[in-house]
């Protein structure tokens, strides 16, 4: 909307320019007015496009956190199920406890092989 009423301003001072017409008299001072409207309706236009660059941004940022709890959210508690349902505690290191496969697999060593006969 700036914009145009910035077009508005500046072509009714262009019409006096391209006709070749020097602003005397009253008219001067009403040029000087519409040079100041179409200085002040770019500030504002400027300002209009940095607030909203400035809140896309803020967007952006406060978006980052908001994705990473609702993740962690989602994944915690797949996370802690995991660890709740592990069976492998150190109460039940006792090898009478374990099957066969868990003692292979605590008690592996890599230089020795050993056999599940």
């Known amino acids: 909307m700036s914009l145009v009423a910035i077009c508005a301003f500046n072509l009714a001072e262009a019409t006096y320019f391209s006709d070749r017409i020097e602003p005397t008299?009253?008219?001067q001072s009403l040029f000087h007015a519409l040079q100041w409207i179409e200085i002040g309706l770019f500030g504002l236009a400027s300002a209009a496009v940095f607030?909203?660059?400035m809140l896309a941004a803020l967007s952006q940022v406060l978006r980052?956190?908001?994705h990473l709890i609702k993740?962690?959210?989602?994944?915690l508690p797949v996370v802690?199920?995991?660890?709740t349902q592990c069976k492998c505690s150190v109460q039940d290191l006792s090898l009478g406890r374990l099957s066969m496969s868990r003692q292979l697999l605590l008690h592996w060593d890599p230089k020795e092989p050993k056999s599940v006969a």
Not at 71 to 75: A, C, G, M, T, Y
């Open 80 to 83: 802690l199920s995991y660890v």
């Open 25 to 27: 008299g009253p008219s």
């Open 51 to 53: 607030i909203l660059v």
């Open 64 to 66: 980052l956190p908001y």
């Open 71 to 75: 993740l962690l959210l989602r994944v």
